[in-house]
């Protein structure tokens, strides 16, 4: 029997490792199983987004992540002005988008590269760096957790939407670091993977009510 009086373990730090770890285990999986015959016009699940543009979004967050600790001053209420547009009214708007004609190894790869933007800068940015998100200042673990949430949950939505669903199964640990980081209102006595789908949104979760508004908190843990 436990010691209630014992203080529980503190969750290890996300480390710019597991950010490429979550990219790499996604691209694997998006290879293996999103090859040249498989149509990634069709819906990502749950979104209104082909397969295609979330990957593309996916791209674009992780690159959107590691721009905001890029420069000398990070902006403190804005993002990096980059300028982000639209290929239809109903698709995300994104900085940077894949070239269509490289096909899916293209588009995976500049998943890839954008990962390694992230991974790169959490890697060489202080701690006590703070940057603009929506949801509140972060730090680079902050957003080292965030890029890997979207790349774990929007892998999962593309993987579903090609009908390979049942291929993406990611690490407990590194589900576990995410939502200790992000997620601290997520208990802590279930699967952590399971957990994190129903902690944005995506999965019920026995016990709790399912969630149909969610957030994360970024800022910086004391």
């Not at 969750?11 to 290879?31: E, I, K, W, Y």
């Not at 721009?67 to 995300?92: I, K, N, S």
């Not at 995976?108 to 949801?135: D, F, I, N």
């Not at 957990?195 to 149909?212: F, S």
Request: hydrophobic content about 35%; proline content about 12%; some cysteine.
């Amino acid at each position: 029997m436990s010691d209630p009086h014992t203080t529980p373990p503190v969750s290890p730090p996300v480390s710019p490792d597991d950010v490429t770890r979550a990219v790499r285990l996604a691209v694997g999986t998006l290879r293996e199983g999103g090859g040249p015959d498989v149509d990634w016009g069709v819906k990502a699940h749950g979104l209104e987004w082909t397969c295609w543009e979330t990957g593309e979004h996916l791209a674009d967050d992780l690159f959107a992540y590691a721009a905001q600790l890029g420069p000398q001053h990070p902006p403190q209420d804005t993002e990096v002005p980059f300028l982000w547009y639209r290929h239809r009214p109903e698709g995300p708007a994104n900085v940077t988008f894949a070239d269509r004609g490289a096909g899916v190894p293209g588009l995976l790869q500049v998943l890839e590269s954008c990962g390694a933007l992230l991974t790169g800068m959490v890697a060489t940015t202080p701690p006590t760096v703070r940057a603009h998100h929506v949801w509140g200042a972060s730090d680079p673990e902050g957003f080292a957790a965030m890029g890997i949430v979207e790349t774990l949950v929007h892998t999962y939505d593309i993987a579903h939407g090609l009908g390979i669903g049942d291929r993406w199964d990611p690490p407990a640990d590194l589900c576990a670091r995410v939502l200790h980081r992000l997620f601290p209102d997520a208990p802590t006595d279930t699967d952590p993977w399971p957990t994190l789908l129903w902690a944005t949104g995506r999965g019920e979760l026995p016990g709790h009510p399912r969630r149909t508004e969610w957030r994360w908190y970024g800022a910086p843990r004391v």
